[in-house]
């Protein structure tokens, strides 16, 4: 599984990447041997040059390849009379062009959450970053947009961990300071890590508070103290703000499962997991879960996976249509709840299938209890679930195994040498193609490999079926009336108290 | 004669142990396949039975019923069927002697106070022996009311479309969350040569997920806007939803209907955004009897649909359960659109009352 993660994500980083890099050879006229090699190296040497360069020289670069990868009628020949020219005003147009091209082959959303953005208006907002990226958000993008990373909690403290690899390797430019200089470094980061999936509010509020302390390092510090000063309180900060709020929550929580007592909760959450594993394992209590899970994520399955080989835990796993027959036949005592963020007007914004999950619970008269670190909580206020959300990908919902197909960046190149393939005559670049043909080799095993998985009767439904739309929403909204308690590190709370919470905190930091 | 009868009988049980097999390797499933094929059985079993007299004919289809819902009992369609052939039965019987029912009318009201208080045996005692000419009339009268039963249960898609218009505005957002109902696919399809209006699909996972694209394709295909979302979606997209349509495996006296598994908690949810809910069914699917346990009506299924073999390392740790149907409260649903029209769940008892006769209610 590694393997092939790590796989994907080395041909999936080169792709942004190689477009600068074809752009270079052009002018030192050579040739990349080892792609992922050279990647790295290419990025250290560009960061080293001045921004603008830089982006000069990747636009038309990256133009060039979306026209490669899209070739349509009109592309080509704009290219041609452009492309050479003005490279600045060109690569705008062409930007613009290939957004639209993105938004056009993928229109293919429900008109209700028409103003939701999707993964590839997301990827084809801001491609012209990507040779300023660090290989560690690379890494970390590829991993949260396959899900491979999920949960609010588990992205914000890899993405902490991405930042101070990030920090460590960070060199100040001249003729600027640290503190000015990193924050915008940092934002080119953040910039691409949302291509992957938007921020989640816990990683908001980790940015944030992560430039307030930048901007507030003496000027007369050295970088190198000022990083090692950074990194540490990075890690203060994971420490206090999640890992000790965990351990706080767990044991404010852990007063309410009993023995024998039954439990029922939703797909998985980091805190709730340490809370039944401090339950079972150091309070020695024995209990039963009831896991509801659901399409397409099961992340209920990651639970299950970790809690069954504990002795004192009997598991029970159940997917969201038999909700109704678990509350009716077993007598669940407390509904446990994560937390994706909490809303300063008291709704519970987290994984899709909460609020039927807490609807129903609340409706048999079970108390629900939500557990959210108070870095979870937000400001913001919305009242459904429908304006603002994140769509996640429609084919993971048709697919019978979702998620093991190729990234949205591979896919584009993958198009690009397959049109460039059709149009280079064999004798002229014959070690490319041999190169490309090893890629291809290896992409048509994984595309073989992937097709397993596929849905029959909805095979092509994007091009054959315009009125059909599939509808994959990450979250939804859960009314306070649901909740009976939040439980966070400052205690617990009804959700009516969380702006009371989001002041204290404000005024704590 | 003797060897006649012999034969008789064993042709009648040769036919109905095949149909019992049938439903116990479910080879026929579905209400509307089981409820034909139950007509043609009764149909084959009445023109293959020999008996005397009309209690013994009464006696012989409820035996047969007696067995149809011993070997399947959550297939209510092959009950409710018997049930409305035994009232065709009693119908025709009652008619055909006149001079009893005169007679208790005629008699005087406090007599018929009297008879009210008493067992009603005197009637099942009266009731004498048959010629046989008068038996090969009630043989013919029965297996034409059949008929007529079989004809109405072909048409029960087109009479229950035939209200799609009262029931659809134009633009109209619907959420179905039993793509595996013929009854509601029709529906919408009818409804779409009227009005415009989307659909949402609940998946239906791990059940009715091939249903389901089916279901969306054929939608699809028929031009209507179709959105399939996960069950878990319901609860962020009810409050855009005007309507919401769910097919019934059976509808019981009291209003509560048995269907897929989820669909109970999307009717909650549809309560708690004051939703209103429609449920499609034929009326060979109400039964008459009350949903007094509820365990007992829900099949459980294959439990490797929920942990399939890659999460095999869970088998034996995590106990898994997969249950097919769902039952349904009578108060979270708003009406029931039949065959014969629509009508809310504190009615159907009226409507059970007009199709099965009291003494058929239980069979054993």
Redesign the interface.
């Known amino acids: 599984m590694s393997d092939k993660t790590v796989k994907i994500d080395a041909s999936n980083a080169s792709v942004p990447v190689k477009d600068p890099a074809t752009a270079t050879t052009t002018a030192n006229a050579t040739t990349p041997a080892g792609e992922t090699k050279l990647t790295n190296k290419e990025l250290k040497e560009l960061k080293k040059r001045e921004k603008a360069a830089k982006r000069a020289a990747s636009k038309p670069a990256n133009s060039d390849a979306s026209t490669g990868a899209n070739s349509s009628a009109g592309n080509p020949s704009k290219t041609q009379k452009e492309g050479k020219q003005v490279a600045a005003s060109s690569s705008h147009i062409k930007k613009q062009m290939n957004s639209a091209k993105i938004k056009e082959s993928n229109n293919k959303v ?3 959450v028409g103003h939701l953005e999707t993964r590839e208006q997301r990827i084809s907002s801001s491609p012209q970053i990507a040779n300023i990226v660090h290989p560690s958000i690379f890494s970390l993008t590829l991993k949260i947009s396959t899900y491979k990373i999920v949960g609010s909690t588990s992205r914000c403290l890899s993405m902490l961990e991405a930042f101070k690899e990030v920090i460590k390797s960070y060199e100040t430019p001249e003729a600027t300071s640290l503190q000015r200089n990193l924050t915008s470094h940092l934002s080119h980061q953040i910039e691409y890590l949302k291509t992957g999936r938007p921020l989640s509010i816990s990683m908001g509020n980790a940015i944030r508070w992560l430039k307030q302390r930048i901007s507030v390092i003496p000027i007369d510090m050295k970088d190198d103290e000022a990083k090692s000063q950074l990194i540490d309180e990075i890690d203060l900060f994971i420490q206090e703000r999640i890992l000790y709020s965990d351990k706080v929550i767990t044991q404010s929580a852990s007063k309410h499962i009993q023995n024998n007592s039954k439990i029922l909760t939703y797909a998985h959450s980091e805190v709730l997991e340490k809370l039944f594993k401090f339950c079972s394992l150091e309070e020695n209590k024995s209990f039963e879960i009831y896991i509801i899970d ?3 994520l099961f992340e209920g ?1 990651k639970l ?2 970790r809690l ?2 504990i002795n004192n835990i ?13 509350l ?2 077993s007598d669940i005592d407390f509904c446990f709840l994560g937390a994706h963020s909490m809303l300063s007007n008291g709704r519970l914004y987290s ?3 909460s ?2 999950v807490a ?2 619970c609340k ?1 048999k008269n079970i108390p629900v209890l939500v557990c959210c670190e108070s870095i979870k909580f937000s400001d913001k206020v919305q009242l ?3 304006t603002l ?1 994140e769509l996640g990908d429609s084919d993971d ?2 697919n019978v195994k979702p998620f093991n197909k190729k990234g949205f960046n591979l896919e584009q190149y993958l198009t690009g040498l397959k049109v460039a393939e059709n149009n280079n005559k064999p004798q002229q670049q014959q070690q490319q193609q041999q190169n490309k043909k090893i890629n291809d080799n290896n992409n048509n095993n994984k595309s073989l490999k992937v097709d397993d998985g596929d ?1 029959e ?2 095979k092509n ?1 994007k091009t054959e ?9 990450l ?3 859960t009314p306070p009336e649901y909740i009976q308690k939040v439980i966070t590190e400052f205690g617990a709370l009804p959700p009516s108290s969380v702006p009371v919470i989001l002041r204290e905190y404000k005024s704590s930091t | 004669m003797s060897a006649s009868a012999v034969a008789a009988t064993q042709k009648f049980e040769i036919l109905v142990d095949s149909f019992i097999s049938k439903l116990k390797r479910r080879q026929i499933t579905g209400s509307f396949s089981v409820a034909t094929e139950t007509c043609h059985l009764l149909m084959r079993v009445i023109s293959n039975s020999r008996w005397t007299n009309t209690d013994e004919f009464i006696q012989l289809i409820r035996g047969v019923g007696q067995r149809l819902i011993q070997a399947q009992p959550r297939e209510f369609a092959a009950g409710n069927i018997v049930r409305r052939v035994l009232a065709i039965i009693r119908d025709e019987v009652n008619d055909s002697t006149p001079s009893q029912i005169a007679l208790s009318n005629n008699a005087p009201l406090n007599t018929s106070m009297f008879q009210l208080l008493s067992t009603n045996t005197t009637t099942k005692t009266t009731s004498k022996e048959t010629t046989k000419a008068q038996n090969q009339d009630l043989r013919s009268v029965v297996i034409q009311g059949i008929r007529e039963l079989i004809d109405e249960i072909a048409s029960v898609h087109e009479n229950i479309e035939l209200m799609t218009v009262d029931l659809i505005h134009d633009n109209e ?1 619907l959420l179905t969350p039993t793509p595996g109902s013929q009854t509601v696919l029709n529906f919408l399809l009818k409804a779409s040569l009227k009005r415009k209006f ?1 659909v ?1 699909i609940t ?5 009715d997920i ?1 249903e389901c ?2 279901f ?2 054929t ?3 028929a ?15 009810m ?2 939803v005007g309507k919401v349509l769910i097919g019934a495996r059976s509808v019981f006296a009291n209003g509560g209907c048995v269907t897929a ?2 669909v ?2 999307v009717c ?2 549809a309560k ?1 955004h004051r939703t209103p809910v429609f449920a499609v069914a034929g009326l060979y699917k109400f039964s008459p009897t009350y949903p007094f346990d ?2 007992s009506l ?1 099949e459980v299924g294959n439990s490797g649909k ?2 399939p073999y890659e ?1 095999s ?2 088998v034996g ?7 097919l149907f ?2 349904v409260l009578p108060e979270m649903i708003d009406i029931y659109i039949t065959n014969i029209g629509g009508f809310s769940p504190n009615f159907i008892y009226r409507i059970v009352l007009d199709n099965y006769k009291n003494e058929d209610v239980h069979l054993d």
């Not at chain 2, 998946?203 to 059940?207: A, D, H």
Request: aromatic share 6%; hydrophobic share 40%; with cysteine.
């Open positions: 429900p008109p209700m659901s399409k397409p399955k299950a996976k069954s080989s009997q598991c029970h796993y159940n997917l969201i249509n038999s909700l109704s027959t678990v009716e036949r994984r899709v299938g609020a039927l609807m129903a409706n459904d679930s429908v959300n919902i048709v849905n009767i909805l439904w079926l315009p009125f059909l739309n599939i509808l994959n929403v979250y939804d909204l | 957002i989307t949402l998946e239906s996972y791990p059940n091939e694209h089916k969306a394709k939608l699809a295909e031009q209507i806007e179709t959105v399939i979302i996960p069950d878990s979606t319901v609860f962020a997209v409050s855009r598994a989820g109970a908690t909650e949810c708690e509820r365990d829900i929920v942990l999460d390392d869970l740790k995590c106990e898994v359960t997969n249950p769902d039952y």
